[in-house]
């Protein structure tokens, strides 16, 4: 099972809630299921471009107008799309872990959704019969982990919750509805008295789901 973990939060672990989720939850992973392989982007030492008017000439407009040639400037704006298109395309489990900022993931985050969800890396556009535009996806992806912490309490389907919303709409239209949440909330010390034990639940939620997950790849048959 290969296994992509991005990272979008720049505190130390010992500070960062969300990193103590991707900690027990990798930890687990690979107890459960030694052979697989995780490979780790850590957006603050990796960091996406936001997406720039060549960028978006070099991946939307390519994949509207396949005539169009890139200029030098468009392919070396695309760039870091293609690389972390490619390290995209052989994930069977991605896993994000991040902090909800602003009732919505991280700028970080979004500029690196924009980089690798994008068409002609993870996607083609073909028109349908019917005139319409259709994806196909280029990638193997299963499902989409999220592993995310909050100062706040937030219910399902909260309609505060700007996240988990553009993570299921963005990765439904590549094809990928499975996904699942272990979220760390009322991490406000000061609000929420109860914050350790809201993050232990979180955290073993996070180490649950890897153990089902790593037992899931075990019993699935080699390809």
């Not at 990193?19 to 780790?40: G, H, M, R, T, Y």
């Not at 030492?45 to 169009?68: C, K, N, V």
């Not at 990765?171 to 929420?192: C, H, K, M, N, S």
Request: charged share 20%; glycine share 6%; net charge negative.
């Amino acid at each position: 099972m290969n296994v992509l973990h991005v990272c979008a939060n720049p505190k130390p672990a010992e500070e960062s809630v969300s990193k103590q989720l991707s900690i027990a939850f990798i930890s687990k992973l690979i107890e459960v299921n030694p052979d697989a392989e995780i490979n780790n982007v850590d957006l603050y030492q990796d960091a996406p471009p936001f997406l720039s008017y060549e960028a978006w000439r070099g991946i939307w407009l390519a994949a509207m107008e396949p005539t169009h040639k890139l200029t030098k400037k468009e392919q070396e704006a695309c760039a870091y799309a293609n690389r972390h298109a490619e390290m995209f395309n052989q994930a069977d489990l991605l896993v994000l872990t991040m902090p909800m900022w602003n009732f919505g993931p991280p700028a970080i985050m979004k500029a690196w959704l924009d980089m690798v969800l994008s068409p002609g890396r993870t996607f083609d556009l073909t028109l349908g019969d019917g005139g319409g535009l259709q994806v196909k996806p280029r990638h193997k992806l299963q499902r989409v982990v999220l592993l995310v912490s909050s100062g706040g309490v937030y219910t399902e389907n909260d309609p505060r919750d700007g996240l988990t919303a553009m993570i299921r709409s963005a990765f439904a239209f590549i094809g990928v509805e499975r996904i699942q949440v272990a979220w760390a909330d009322g991490q406000t010390p000061l609000l929420y008295g109860d914050h350790e034990q809201r993050r232990q639940m979180a955290i073993d939620a996070a180490t649950d789901l890897a153990e089902e997950i790593g037992e899931e790849s075990l019993a699935a048959p080699t390809p």
